[in-house]
C-alpha cells in the first residue's frame, strides 16, 4: 500500500508540473464565474424612465419573487394577473407561460390552465412513445403533485441547475486535455522502458495512475461546480431548497425539490468526470498518445450538442438521453423515458450512476490489460 500512495505522489508532481494544466484550469473556473455573471452585465435596460444594468434589474426581480413565494396559482391568483399584472412578479407569469405556452392571462380560469398543464403533459408521454406501464408510473407520479401548484423561490437552485452543462461541457475539454498525458507522456517522451520496469510492478503503477487521473477529474468538476455555484447564490440567495420544482418548471410530474435537483445534476457531474477520465486514460495508452483521445472526446462532445434521435427509434434514443452531454442539459436525467429494470421503472438520473461506473470499470480494466501486455521494442 505504501509503494501505492509513493507513485501516485509521483504522478501527481509528473501532472502538476505541466503548465498547460495550471492554465487549462484556471481558464476553465475563470470561464465558469464569467458564464454564471455574464447575464448580470448586460446594460439597455430601464426601471420606471431610469436606466440600470442587469445586475440591479436581477435583485429587483429578486426581491418582488421572494414576496410572491408561497403564492398559490389558483383562480384568485390568476384574476389578480389579469386586473394587476403590473404588480405580480415574473416568477408567477412565467409558471403560467409554461403552462400555456402564452402571456395572455385575460380569462383564464383555474380548471382550464391546469386541463392545459394536464393536456400538455400527456401530449410529452405521447411524443415519447411511453408504454401503458410508464404512464401509469407517471400518473402515479403526478398525483404526489400538490395542486393548485405553489410558487416558490429558487432562483439560485434553478439557475445553478441549469448551468451545470457548462460545468459538464468545460469539464470534457479539461479532461481531454490533461488526462491523456497520464499514460501518454511516457510513451511520448520514451520513459516507459523505466517506469514499466518498476520493482513497485506494472498493476500498482497502474493503479496509481488511475486513482491521479480519476481523482484530479473529480476535484476539478468540484472546483468549476463551486465557481459556477458560488456566485449564482450570492445574487439570487440560497433560499428556496424545498420549493418544488413545479415553482419553475410546471410540465414536470417529479415530486422533486428544487435543492434535491440540483444535487442531482452535481452528482451527474462527478459521475461524467469518472466517465471521461477513464475513457479518456485508455485511449491513451491504447493511441499510446494525447492527439488522438483529445480529438475524440472533443468531437463527442459537439455531436452530443448538436445530434438528436428521433423519438420513433425509443431504444436508440434512450440510449442517447444516457450520453454526458444529454445527462448535464437541464432536463437531461428528468425526462419522462424510463428503464425498466427487474420489473421497476427508473428514471435517467436513477441509471445513470450505474451505467456509468460499469462503463468505467469496463474502461479500466481494458487498460490494464493494454498496460500489462505492453512491451517496449524498436528501441
Known sequence: MRSFWLLTGFEYKKLFQRKIVWITLAVMIAACILLSCISYMA?????????????????KHVAQDKEASGTRLDGKTLKNMEESPSDIPGGLFNMVYYITGGWEVDGLKEQELYQIRENNIEANWE??????????????????????????????YQEAGTQMVFVGLLQTLLIAICIPSVFAEEHIRKTDQLNLCTNMGKKTLYLAKIAVGISFSLAATVMMALAITIPTFLINGLEGFDAPIQSFAPLESWAMTAGERLLIMMAMGLLAAILHSAA?????????????????????????????????????AQAWDLVPGNVLSATGPFGVRLFQIFGRYLAAWQVVPIVYLAVAAVCIVLGGRLYKNYQVSGR
Do not use: H
Open 280 to 316: 479518456g486514460m485508455l485511449m491513451s495508452e491504447k493511441a499510446r498518445g494525447n492527439v488522438a483521445p483529445m480529438a475524440v472526446m472533443v468531437g463527442f462532445m459537439l455531436v452530443s450538442l448538436f445530434a438528436t434521435v428521433p423519438d420513433q427509434y425509443r431504444a436508440l
Open 43 to 59: 446594460t439597455g435596460y430601464t426601471i420606471d424612465g431610469e436606466p440600470v444594468n442587469g445586475y440591479d434589474l436581477k435583485k
Open 127 to 156: 411524443s415519447a412513445r411511453l408504454s401503458k406501464g410508464e404512464k401509469k408510473y407517471m400518473e402515479e407520479q403526478e398525483e404526489k403533485i400538490e395542486k393548485p401548484l405553489t410558487y416558490e423561490y429558487s432562483d439560485g
